[in-house]
């Protein structure tokens, strides 16, 4: 139901108890004006009769009835004369006030009085007066009618009226309502223009605030949601060169291991021939042959020093555990100043590929951050699953993070970070409990068990 009908109502329904509190005052007057009516007549008809009676003393019935032809109606009474044996002979005329019509039956049975009825002893005769209030009824229902027809046609103008002026009053609500339903259908630079009165005003003028708003909010969404995207693809292109990056840098390790590796194997092989030949050789070629043997175990050694860092052939052969048990046991050769413990869950849960090398890499970025920038004495690294996830934690207790360590440049803690970003996962850098620097990262199970 709009506001204007329901204004509308409860202007009825108000108009409505009025007009009936004016009816049931009017009902209750004609009551009291009826009883006063029939009360008053019936006492004069009664004490006007009583006086008359030495006229059935003088000339008899004939005369008595001579007397009350000539009397005729007695106001709202009806006058009967009985003979001595009982007979009527006479009844007062009918009035001709308002012939031929009455009022409701439920209208008179609410208005009209208890019957009142007054009998006279005439010689031997009765005479008996009845009062009759249906004129005086009728008096008060054509009151009550004119009156109820007065108060409909002023509910039906007031009515009237009233709608008009709340369809003028409410005129810049449906205005309001319009610029709404633009808004809901995504027009998100709908304004209203400055609307009358005081109220129109300031609706217009806060209805103009809040669609700027909106339109403010939406076009920050769409930023953050092409934002978002963006990062998403980001992520996505990251991951990728990331797994392009690790396939190139096993197939490169394979290759060094392979190739090269036997390629610089032979050539130390043939140096070692030419030193151990029995025959006499120039003093320049032995040492030559010697420069040979010595390059090419440089070189070996070298390759075979590099091949862990660009992939370690544990980690596909063998898994997580072991590849990481490995790292720790090269770090603790190169550093053994540093004290370093692992802890491995055992066994691991299946993981694919991405989370094994996420998981190692941040490990290996994790130590050399530690190493680098801490100064630890202690570095302790677990890894083991809680809750559908791998959790990586890397707990050192150096010096702590630098000032500044969050600004632009630190590409190791972006690179931890973007590993475990672009696998679902969450990456934290924060300061240990017991001091030193602590690395979290969990990574998803659930996509890639």
């Given amino acids: 139901m709009s506001l204007r009908l329901q204004i509308n109502l409860i202007i009825a329904v108000l108009m409505s108890l009025f ?27 009664t004490q006007l009769l009583t006086r008359v009676s030495w006229v059935y003393e003088v000339s008899g019935l004939r005369g008595m009835l001579s ?42 049975a609410l208005v009209s009085p208890p019957p009142q009825r007054q009998e006279i002893g005439v010689g031997d005769g009765r005479l008996v007066i009845q009062a009759n209030s249906s004129r005086a009824v009728l008096d008060g229902w054509d009151s009550l009618a004119r009156l109820l027809w007065i108060g409909a046609i002023a509910l039906a103008l007031v009515n ?28 998100y630079q ?23 708003a909106v339109a403010d909010s939406a076009a920050a969404r769409q930023v953050a949601s092409e934002a978002r995207q963006r990062l998403q693809e980001n992520r996505e292109l990251t991951q990728m060169i990331q797994a392009h990056v690790e396939e190139e840098r096993r197939s490169i390790a394979r290759e060094l291991h392979d190739e090269l590796g036997q390629s610089i194997t032979a050539i130390k ?10 025959d006499d050789h120039d003093a320049r070629v032995t040492e030559a042959a010697r420069l040979i043997v010595d390059t090419a175990s440089q070189m070996y050694d070298a390759i075979h020093e590099m091949i862990p860092r660009l992939r370690p052939f544990a980690l596909d052969s063998f ?3 072991d590849a990481l048990s490995d790292l720790a046991v090269e770090w603790r ?4 100043q540093v004290e370093m413990r692992l802890n491995v869950d055992d066994p691991l849960p299946p993981l694919n590929d991405a989370v094994t090398t996420s998981a190692y890499r941040i490990v290996q970025e994790a130590l050399v951050n530690a190493l680098r920038h801490a100064d630890p004495g202690h570095i302790q ?16 207790d150096g010096v702590g993070l630098a000032p500044g360590w969050d600004q632009p440049g630190h590409y190791g803690v972006r690179g931890m970070r973007e590993r475990a970003a672009a696998l679902g996962g969450s990456f934290e850098l924060r300061a240990g409990e017991a001091g030193g620097t602590q690395v979290v990262a969990r990574l998803p199970l659930a996509m890639h068990a």
């Fill in 19 to 45: 007009i009936g509190t004016v009816v049931y005052q009017q009902i209750q007057d004609t009551r009291s004006s009826v009883r006063e009516e029939i009360e008053g007549s019936n006492q004069v008809a």
């Fill in 67 to 108: 007397f009350l032809d000539q009397l005729g109606r007695v106001r709202a009474n009806e006058v009967s004369l009985y003979s001595p044996s009982g007979e009527l002979v006479y009844s007062s005329p009918p009035s001709l006030y308002k012939s031929g019509r009455d009022a409701p039956r439920w209208f008179a």
């Fill in 160 to 187: 009237a009226v009233v709608f008009w002026l709340t369809g003028r009053v409410l005129r810049p609500l449906r205005t309001v309502v319009k610029g709404l339903e633009r808004m809901e259908q995504g027009d």
């Fill in 190 to 212: 709908a304004r209203l223009p400055t609307l009358t009165s005081k109220e129109g005003r300031l609706m217009s003028q806060a209805f103009n605030r809040t669609a700027q």
């Fill in 269 to 278: 092989s043939i140096g070692q021939s030419i030193l151990q030949r029995e």
């Fill in 319 to 321: 898994g997580l555990g």
């Fill in 333 to 336: 050769t190169r550093h053994p």
């Fill in 381 to 396: 690294v677990s890894v083991g699953a809680e809750a559908e996830a791998l959790v990586v934690r890397v707990q050192d």
